[in-house]
């Protein structure tokens, strides 16, 4: 089955400043990647996905970008906010099923301090 | 607003005592996943409906059901919880978890299960 690990396990920034967390899958079937943001209380939020006929996707201060060579994909939030503290997952699809199901990484804890 | 809603957000439960969670849905979304999720962890998947078939993971617990009476609800059973349970409980949904254009899921908020 598919393998997905993140890194790193915490990110600390200051406000305005890049965050960068990666990933990394082992089934080269895969091919859909979503990023959730989880926050206490709000269950998991989808901030932004990526299919794997793509290589990078960006929503205002948000991107992910797509290696499928490498099996590895990342998150970039540029001019991070307090309001990005979060614990954010990434996932990936497990290729040899037919419905979805999504292997998650063990999670980022991202502070961002004002 | 369209939304996957879970009931109650908080349970209390007593070991072996038979608990029930609850998710409904307004996206009309054919497929709806339960999710496990223990303190510092990632989402585990437990089992998922399409439409009425029932599809389990092959590692879930038999301790663990789950039923769809209609497109909108789910429910989870835990027929004797143990304190091993105690986690939060993600419900998610999606159109069509086989296609490439519809399988994004949209999570519920959770409900956290405490056994004691």
């Known amino acids: 089955g598919e393998n997905v690990e993140q890194h790193p396990s915490t990110l600390s920034v200051q406000e305005g400043d890049s965050a960068v967390i990666k990933c990394t899958y082992s089934?080269?079937?895969?091919?859909?990647f979503p990023w959730y943001k989880q926050e206490l209380g709000k269950g998991s939020q989808l901030i932004i996905d990526?299919?794997?006929?793509?290589g990078e996707k960006k929503d205002q201060r948000i991107a992910v970008t797509l290696n499928k060579t490498a099996k590895h994909f990342s998150l970039h939030i540029t001019e991070t906010q307090p309001e990005d503290s979060a614990v954010y997952f990434c996932?990936?699809?497990?290729?040899?099923?037919?419905?979805?199901?999504?292997?998650f990484g063990q999670g980022t804890i991202l502070t961002v301090h004002p | 607003d369209a939304m996957v809603i879970q009931n109650p957000r908080y349970q209390v439960t007593q070991f072996g005592k038979p608990v029930t969670l609850s998710c409904s849905q307004t996206?009309?979304?054919?497929?709806m996943y339960w999710y496990q999720q223990k303190s510092s962890q990632a989402p585990k998947l437990l089992f998922h409906y399409y439409d009425k078939d029932f599809n389990n993971e092959a590692d879930t617990p038999d301790n663990f059901q789950s039923r769809r009476p209609n497109t909108s609800f789910c429910f989870l059973d835990i027929r004797s919880p143990g304190l091993g349970d105690a986690a939060m409980y993600l419900c998610a949904t999606s159109r069509d978890g086989r296609s490439l254009l519809y399988n994004e899921q949209f999570f519920g908020p959770g409900t956290r299960l405490t056994v004691l």
């Open positions: 996206l009309n979304h054919n497929v």
């Open positions: 990526i299919r794997s006929n793509v």
């Open positions: 089934d080269s079937a895969s091919n859909y």
């Open positions: 996932a990936a699809t497990d290729g040899g099923t037919s419905y979805g199901k999504l292997t």
